[in-house]
């Protein structure tokens, strides 16, 4: 007898010391990999920030041994929500500004600047977010008001899409605009032979030359606020599109300094003055940060009237927008792209830009390719252009909230026959069979939750319209999962280290109240993160 226990405590013994140390293991979870097969899993063990094993609870354990074993108890876990077009580090620093969101009226707009110029941190007075497309007359406004209350101080009023401003007179003499100004690419409106104080994409940059930066010590402190509200909505990762040298500068300062844990995929502005210096370095990594490339626009947005369309706008004779530089600016561009590893992501909004943008591509792409160059947003194309993106392998890149903002009033811009092939999701990923989704924070709220929803219902958070908005362009649940995680990693090339949860992979993970994969449909807005890991480390 005596015999037959020291077999089976050697047994166990040697069981015990075969199994690996790790340093976490999450068990008793719904972990859905979202690997190549979708597959579903209980637990999976960490070490050194990377996954180093998926599968049941009963495999895992009897591989792994942890300090620290984490029963979940059947909650569902997710890779970690990675954004794949957004502005972090502008809507970081844009925390200083007066926040004009969800405003209703002018009046109110004008109520708030001047409550926030009590306080103000600056002369300049610089507010962000207002879209007139969300008041009684959604017409622009006008600067007189803002002359009579800040005759003596600058007032500088940002639309919500961030392609059209509103300057008073002390902010237009700053800079220079009067009546005789002309700017290429952008519109300096005139009513009546009076500036309205509106500027329109390239003639906004004419006003905010002049605006100044804040310090770099106070950026790195809205970095660091920013990224705890992105890691309690569930994200990890992020594609930061159009930042300049200075900025790419700054994110590395803020990493070395163990403030930014955030992985971030950074895409410098389209500057002249860069084009040489980072060719010549190329795309590279320096731990959670990676430069890929650069943010071009082409046009500008369609609430401001800025997207550049084949046909006059429904409810704006004789007006199509604009392409802020000469198409040669962008041949160019491309051309230079083509003999690098980097990608060129444009951002084009109307159908024009959208032709022009994807026939220079092909041209210097040619067949197809794994480039993965990307034409940011792709709002709308001719319906004689979806198959260009399959062609030569042009990635879309989406914001699927963009179409249910823009829902209430986009019929107005197009008329019916173009809306059909506007926010065309689902007949975009057919193109190359993968579609990376982000939001374009802040132009559209964070919350990946919103993005998903917005992905497979086409309702916005009052759950209107109930049928849905062009729902024949919906995606599935596992079409927009994949959106939010493995492709938009995919779009970065970061498909072998993020966005599915596989042995080898960061240990970038999330953690919800319930499943968004079977909850009912007016439920999904309901789905709360309750923890968010990122390299395996609780950060939320």
Same mark, same amino acid.
């Given at each position: 007898?005596?015999?037959?226990?020291?077999?089976?405590?050697?047994?166990?013994?040697?069981?015990?010391?075969?199994?690996?140390?790790?340093?976490?293991?999450?068990?008793?979870?719904?972990?859905?990999?979202?690997?190549?097969?979708?597959? +579903?899993?209980?637990?999976?063990?960490?070490?050194?920030?990377? +996954?180093?094993?998926? *599968?049941?609870?009963?495999?895992?354990?009897?591989?792994?041994?942890?300090?620290? +074993?984490?029963?979940?108890?059947?909650?569902?876990?997710?890779?970690?929500?990675?954004? #794949?077009?957004?502005?972090?580090?502008?809507?970081?620093?844009?925390?200083?500004?007066?926040?004009? %969101?969800?405003?209703?009226?002018?009046?109110?707009?004008?109520?708030?600047?001047?409550?926030? @110029?009590?306080?103000?941190?600056?002369? %300049?007075?610089?507010?962000?977010? %207002?879209?007139?497309?969300?008041? @009684?007359?959604?017409?622009?406004?006008?600067?007189?008001?803002?002359?009579?209350?800040?005759?003596?101080?600058?007032?500088?009023?940002?639309?919500?899409?961030?392609?059209?401003?509103?300057?008073?007179?002390?902010?237009?003499?700053? @800079?220079?605009?009067?009546?005789?100004?002309?700017?290429?690419?952008?519109?300096?409106?005139?009513?009546?032979?009076?500036?309205?104080?509106?500027?329109?994409?390239?003639?906004?940059?004419?006003?905010?030359?002049?605006?100044?930066? +804040?310090?770099?010590?106070?950026?790195?402190?809205?970095?660091?606020?920013?990224?705890?509200?992105?890691?309690?909505?569930?994200?990890?990762?992020?594609?930061?599109?159009?930042?300049?040298?200075?900025?790419?500068?700054?994110? /590395?300062? #803020?990493?070395?300094?163990?403030?930014?844990?955030? &992985?971030?995929? @950074?895409?410098?502005?389209?500057?002249?003055?860069?084009?040489?210096?980072?060719?010549?370095?190329?795309?590279?990594?320096?731990?959670?940060?990676?430069?890929?490339?650069?943010?071009?626009?082409?046009?500008? #947005?369609?609430?401001?009237?800025?997207?550049?369309?084949? !046909?006059?706008?429904?409810?704006?004779?004789?007006?199509?927008?604009?392409?802020?530089?000469?198409?040669?600016?962008?041949?160019?561009?491309?051309?230079?792209?083509?003999?690098?590893?980097?990608?060129?992501?444009?951002?084009?909004?109307?159908?024009?830009?959208?032709?022009?943008?994807?026939?220079?591509? *092909?041209?210097?792409?040619?067949?197809?390719?794994?480039?993965? %160059?990307?034409?940011? !947003?792709?709002?709308?194309?001719?319906?004689?252009?979806? $198959?260009?993106? *399959?062609?030569?392998?042009?990635?879309?890149?989406?914001?699927?909230?963009?179409?249910?903002?823009?829902?209430?009033?986009? /019929? $107005?811009?197009?008329?019916?026959?173009?809306?059909?092939?506007?926010?065309?999701?689902?007949?975009?990923?057919?193109?190359?069979?993968?579609?990376?989704?982000?939001?374009?924070?802040?132009?559209?709220?964070?919350?990946?939750? &919103?993005?998903?929803?917005?992905?497979?219902?086409?309702?916005?958070?009052?759950?209107?319209?109930?049928?849905?908005?062009?729902?024949?362009?919906?995606?599935?649940?596992?079409?927009?999962?994949?959106?939010?995680?493995?492709?938009?990693?995919?779009?970065?090339?970061?498909?072998?280290?993020?966005?599915?949860?596989?042995?080898?992979?960061?240990?970038?993970?999330?953690?919800?109240?319930?499943?968004?994969?079977?909850?009912?449909?007016?439920?999904?807005?309901?789905?709360?993160?309750?923890?968010?890991?990122?390299?395996?480390?609780?950060?939320?």
């Amino acid at each position: 007898m005596k015999k037959i226990i020291s077999i089976l405590t050697l047994f166990f013994i040697g069981l015990i010391s075969a199994q690996k140390n790790a340093d976490l293991i999450i068990q008793n979870a719904k972990i859905y990999t979202v690997n190549q097969n979708f597959d +579903i899993a209980e637990a999976m063990a960490i070490s050194n920030g990377k +996954i180093v094993a998926v *599968g049941k609870n009963d495999e895992i354990l009897k591989k792994f041994k942890s300090k620290n +074993i984490q029963n979940l108890y059947g909650k569902t876990v997710f890779p970690g929500f990675i954004d #794949a077009h957004c502005h972090f580090t502008g809507f970081a620093t844009d925390q200083w500004k007066c926040e004009l %969101w969800g405003t209703k009226s002018w009046d109110e707009i004008v109520a708030k600047i001047s409550e926030y @110029a009590k306080t103000a941190p600056k002369e %300049w007075l610089y507010g962000r977010s %207002w879209d007139q497309n969300d008041w @009684a007359i959604k017409e622009f406004p006008t600067k007189e008001k803002l002359d009579e209350l800040f005759p003596n101080r600058p007032v500088y009023l940002k639309r919500i899409d961030g392609h059209a401003a509103i300057a008073n007179q002390k902010a237009l003499d700053i @800079a220079g605009i009067n009546l005789n100004t002309k700017i290429g690419g952008g519109e300096i409106e005139q009513k009546n032979g009076k500036l309205t104080g509106i500027l329109v994409d390239n003639a906004m940059l004419l006003v905010e030359k002049f605006i100044p930066e +804040i310090d770099d010590k106070m950026a790195i402190q809205y970095f660091e606020d920013l990224q705890k509200t992105c890691f309690s909505y569930g994200l990890t990762s992020l594609h930061d599109c159009g930042i300049t040298e200075h900025t790419f500068g700054l994110l /590395e300062k #803020a990493q070395t300094q163990n403030v930014l844990k955030m &992985k971030i995929f @950074a895409l410098l502005e389209d500057n002249p003055n860069y084009y040489d210096k980072w060719i010549k370095k190329g795309r590279f990594t320096n731990k959670n940060i990676t430069f890929g490339g650069f943010k071009v626009y082409s046009d500008g #947005a369609l609430g401001s009237r800025g997207a550049c369309l084949l !046909h006059d706008y429904s409810d704006k004779k004789g007006w199509r927008g604009f392409l802020l530089s000469d198409q040669k600016h962008f041949e160019n561009l491309a051309k230079l792209l083509i003999k690098s590893n980097l990608q060129m992501c444009t951002h084009a909004i109307g159908d024009s830009a959208n032709r022009t943008i994807l026939k220079i591509y *092909g041209d210097v792409l040619g067949v197809k390719n794994d480039r993965r %160059w990307r034409i940011e !947003h792709a709002q709308i194309v001719d319906k004689n252009d979806f $198959d260009l993106f *399959g062609k030569y392998s042009i990635i879309p890149s989406v914001q699927p909230t963009h179409a249910t903002s823009d829902m209430y009033w986009a /019929e $107005d811009r197009l008329g019916k026959e173009r809306l059909k092939y506007s926010y065309a999701y689902e007949d975009l990923l057919k193109q190359n069979g993968w579609l990376p989704l982000g939001t374009d924070f802040p132009v559209e709220e964070i919350n990946p939750i &919103k993005t998903f929803f917005a992905a497979v219902a086409r309702k916005d958070a009052k759950n209107f319209p109930i049928n849905g908005f062009q729902k024949e362009n919906a995606l599935t649940r596992e079409q927009a999962l994949r959106g939010m995680t493995i492709w938009a990693a995919k779009a970065a090339f970061q498909e072998n280290e993020l966005g599915s949860l596989e042995v080898g992979k960061s240990a970038d993970f999330v953690v919800l109240n319930q499943d968004l994969m079977k909850v009912e449909e007016n439920k999904i807005l309901e789905s709360k993160v309750l923890e968010t890991f990122s390299n395996g480390r609780k950060v939320y």
